[in-house]
């Protein structure tokens, strides 16, 4: 079971800096990519930004130039910097990751894991 822990949501005015944290943990085999998504409310999850193994990284238009996502792959573990926040970045961001972990049965296993989210607020 591959356990997934986000960090660093919080309150911060318009134009302020958050930078949020997401540790992957377990019995995995290997991370191919992972990501953040954040959903607003009355809103669907949406894909925020996204690293795959090797560093190349994308992002929603919405959010080029103000946010960065970065890796640590000896520690299974993403972070995402967040600057000139503004109210509408305000959601709960959630952590994703894609890899591989030891199969029960045969090779091994595909998996995809999320975290328990984190809220963002960004108001005055």
């Known amino acids: 079971q591959v356990r997934m822990v986000e960090t660093g949501g919080g309150l911060v005015q318009p134009g302020g800096s958050l930078r949020l944290s997401c540790a992957a943990s377990?019995?995995?085999?290997?991370?191919?990519?992972m990501s953040w998504y954040r959903q607003a409310p009355g809103k669907q999850r949406e894909l925020v930004a996204i690293?795959?193994?090797?560093?190349?990284?994308n992002y929603a238009d919405s959010v080029k130039g103000r946010f960065t996502i970065s890796g640590d792959g000896a520690k299974n573990t993403i972070y995402l910097q967040m600057n000139s926040l503004k109210a509408e970045d305000t959601a709960v961001y959630y952590c994703?990751?894609?890899?591989?972990?030891?199969?029960?049965?045969?090779?091994?296993?595909?998996?995809?894991?999320w975290g328990q989210g984190t809220q963002v607020t960004v108001s005055s």
């Open positions: 377990g019995n995995i085999l290997d991370i191919n990519a």
């Open positions: 994703n990751a894609l890899g591989r972990v030891p199969g029960t049965i045969g090779g091994p296993e595909r998996f995809s894991s």
């Open positions: 690293i795959i193994s090797g560093g190349m990284t």
